[in-house]
């Protein structure tokens, strides 16, 4: 049987053939092995970068909730900062009297011999609940009458139902107010700033 010869086709493979074969093999492996390091840096920079966001979050929540500690009346009155920005407020409404009689009424609290209650008493009442008093309180009638007959003898929750009543009117009235205030706006920026500078204030510097 004759043998059909193809043109061109010797049935050997050459070298340079051979060579041409490994390169396309060579480049075919690098692509991929490029490929993978390449995806594989993409999934350590988004790794890197949810964890980083992840870390901003919480620390700008944290710097958030530490700056907006002064949204309850009783944290904002337990600052000296927070005591003083907002008696100011109160006194821009001519109202700054039911601060200072609350004040007045916590540190009557702390006495005990009845020396000390008796004149104490005397100072608030003649200062914040009789008829003529020169800061009075809006308290009822019947508040202040209980008030006034307790002045004989006064114990130490003689003001108790007053002081809670004047708080009330604060915390309701005078409060929500002054969060939408410029008084407040300073006072938030004050404690944010002192907030983030702590927290980048380094030990022993």
């Known amino acids: 049987m004759q043998k059909i010869s193809i043109p061109g086709d010797t049935g050997v493979q050459t070298g340079a053939d051979s060579d041409l074969m490994m390169q396309s093999f060579s480049e075919a492996s690098l692509d991929l092995q490029d490929t993978k390091t390449l995806r594989k840096a993409w999934k350590s920079k988004i790794n890197k970068f949810m964890q980083s966001s992840a870390l901003w979050r919480k620390s700008n ?6 700056a907006k500690l002064e949204e309850t009346l009783e944290t904002l ?3 000296q900062s927070g005591q003083t920005v907002f008696r100011e407020f109160l006194k821009s409404e001519f109202c700054e ?3 200072d009689f609350w004040f007045a009424c916590e540190e009557f609290r702390t006495f005990s011999s009845e020396e000390e209650l008796m004149g104490s008493a005397t100072r608030i009442y003649e200062e914040f609940i009789k008829a003529d ?3 009075q309180v809006n308290l009822d009638f019947n508040t202040i009458e209980d008030i006034r007959r307790s002045l004989h003898r006064p114990g130490p929750l003689c003001f108790a139902v007053a002081q ?6 604060m915390e309701n009235d ?4 002054f969060i939408h205030s410029e008084h ?8 944010w700033k002192h907030s983030k500078a702590l927290k980048q204030k380094s030990p022993g510097t």
């Open 61 to 66: 929540r944290q710097e958030t909730d530490e």
């Open 77 to 79: 009155l337990s600052q």
């Open 97 to 99: 009297e039911n601060l």
């Open 133 to 135: 008093a020169p800061n």
């Open 164 to 169: 809670s009543k004047i708080y009330s009117l």
């Open 174 to 177: 005078s409060f929500p107010r």
């Open 184 to 191: 407040y706006k300073v006072l938030f920026h004050t404690s």
